[in-house]
């Protein structure tokens, strides 16, 4: 069945660093993809999503491309902040599965002054 | 921005116990849905809603869980005799649309603990 992996946290990095975060999927067809994020306390909010092939996604300074032949959405951010410190989580939604999200296992992420 | 409620935010129940976890949905949205999280594991989906019928469902929803939206504005999750593997965080969600590249916006959650 489909499936989302991304890559284990926590991830500890000093203010300004860059942000990778791998995340790679299976999926039959053409899924959506999708960055949610959590802060402490708070619900899931969708920080950005693409919808075919060769999309990118961007908000707030994260992007993230939809590689089929690699089957990957990696998030990046070139310079992090304090304030993205959040459990971060890839998703898909199946074709014409509207709204049956599946997702990775979550990466927290720690930014330290 | 417009927001999901969920109430309560921990729910503390005993074994065999019915519990109805509560979920105020953004006011202009038509599909609504149930998540759950237990600790340390991946964030899955139960349940999707529209026009007062179960859409679609997964495996974790047997029949011991039940959907309503009694009202114009709630919308619940039943769980009849709860055990113990049923702890865990409970996100409700709500969309305006039913299509794949749809945005969700989610609750704060239940933190639901079966003793």
């Known amino acids: 069945g489909d499936s989302v992996t991304q890559m284990e946290g926590p991830v500890t990095l000093s203010e300004e660093a860059f942000l990778t975060i791998n995340c790679t999927y299976t999926a039959t067809g053409y899924p959506s993809l999708f960055w949610y994020v959590q802060y402490p306390g708070e619900g899931l909010q969708l920080l950005l999503k693409a919808t075919k092939a060769d999309d990118k996604g961007s908000n707030k300074g994260f992007e993230a491309t939809y590689r089929k032949e690699t089957t990957s959405f990696h998030l990046e951010k070139g310079s992090v902040q304090v304030s993205d410190s959040a459990v971060y989580f890839c998703?898909?939604?199946?074709?014409?599965?509207?709204?049956?999200?599946?997702f990775g296992q979550g990466t927290e992420l720690s930014v330290k002054p | 921005e417009p927001e999901v409620t969920q109430t309560p935010s921990h729910q503390v129940t005993q074994m065999g116990q019915e519990v109805i976890l509560r979920c105020v949905p953004i006011s202009n949205h038509l599909y609504f849905y149930w998540y759950r999280q237990i600790l340390g594991q991946k964030v899955e989906f139960l349940v999707s809603?529209?026009?007062?019928?179960?859409?679609?469902k997964s495996e974790i929803f047997d029949d011991q869980f039940s959907v309503e939206r009694p009202d114009g504005s709630n919308f619940t999750l039943k769980i009849r005799s709860t055990k113990l593997e049923d702890s865990a965080m409970y996100f409700c969600?709500?969309?305006?649309?039913?299509?794949?590249?749809?945005?969700?916006?989610f609750g704060s959650g239940t933190q639901l603990s079966v003793l």
């Open positions: 969600a709500s969309s305006e649309g039913g299509m794949s590249n749809e945005k969700l916006f």
């Open positions: 809603f529209y026009n007062n019928e179960i859409s679609e």
């Open positions: 998703a898909l939604s199946p074709y014409n599965q509207g709204g049956k999200l599946i």
